[in-house]
């Protein structure tokens, strides 16, 4: 017959058995967190999205990135060395990773050609090293993120941009937001066309404007250069295409690139990251188009 335990020995059981079941819980906390859908939303020359970011390479784009933790610090690899931040500002075609632990983390892409991305590169980046800006904007000024990005329309979302860009630039800074009729019309044009065909000779015919003077007015009223604008909204049509199982070579083709080469080019160029590497678990993915 077998001995009763003792009292010592039963708490010691008791507290191996807490401890067990707390693991348990946690690896099914981090499981489920990690499962949660990674979320890009996708505007005319900058990508907001909230991710995991646990299989990054060293990569550099041709955009500016602002990363804010609302939680704990992430990691951050460049130089040869890795920093903690809360949250930095990473120059265009800085060579760089991700580190977050899996821990989620607001990131922020805006082509270097957006005229905003110009005004954080003069006030920030001139040296063209990464900035922590962890004083100046703390995880408790946007702690409420990830309670509702699940939900935020594009309307909320850019709400969200324009708080992180009144605690990086004065408000004289900012561009403004009234946009030329002209350039309304040529916006409502260039829905109206077919993203694989549409050319900078066909929307200046539309809002009688010559070339030349449709692209100065284009980018001092939007921020973007028209060229680049184009080219966001292809890369948007071949986001649609292989959230819907296309393949990468008909998605390219869809969306006016080259081949899929090229389009696998541009998803790096402009997120940092490949087309194959962002939907290889498409069901965690949801992108979101916020062009206007």
Wanted: with cysteine; aromatic share 8%; net charge positive.
């Amino acid at each position: 017959r077998r001995k009763p335990m003792s009292r010592k020995e039963l708490k010691i059981l008791d507290s191996s058995f807490r401890r067990n079941y707390n693991n348990r819980l946690l690896k099914l906390a981090h499981k489920n967190k990690m499962n949660e859908k990674s979320i890009y939303y996708i505007f005319e020359g900058s990508v907001l999205f909230w991710d995991n970011l646990t299989d990054n390479e060293i990569h550099k784009h041709n955009a500016i990135q602002i990363l804010i933790s609302t939680d704990k610090h992430f990691r951050l690899f460049y130089n040869g060395n890795e920093h903690l931040h809360y949250a930095a500002l990473v120059p265009s075609n800085v060579p760089h990773q991700v580190l977050s632990s899996g821990n989620r983390i607001f990131i922020m892409l805006i082509d270097s050609e957006m005229i905003t991305a110009k005004r954080l590169s003069d006030k920030y980046l001139k040296n063209k090293c990464v900035k922590d800006i962890s004083n100046i904007i703390k995880p408790s000024d946007l702690a409420w993120i990830p309670h509702r990005i699940n939900s935020c329309s594009c309307e909320e979302v850019i709400h969200i941009q324009n708080e992180i860009f009144n605690f990086l630039l004065d408000s004289k800074e900012t561009i403004h937001s009234t946009i030329d009729p002209r350039i309304q019309l040529a916006l409502r044009a260039i829905k109206a066309l077919d993203v694989k065909k549409i050319s900078i000779k066909e929307i200046a015919s539309e809002v009688t404007l010559s070339e030349s003077r449709l692209m100065h007015v284009f980018k001092e009223n939007t921020g973007i250069p028209i060229r680049k604008y184009l080219l966001w909204l292809r890369l948007i049509e071949a986001t649609r295409q292989l959230l819907n199982n296309v393949s990468l070579t008909d998605a390219a083709h869809n969306a006016g690139f080259t081949d899929s080469a090229h389009l696998s080019r541009t998803f790096r160029q402009m997120l940092g990251l490949t087309g194959a590497s962002i939907f290889k678990n498409s069901r965690f993915v949801q992108v979101i188009s916020c062009l206007g």
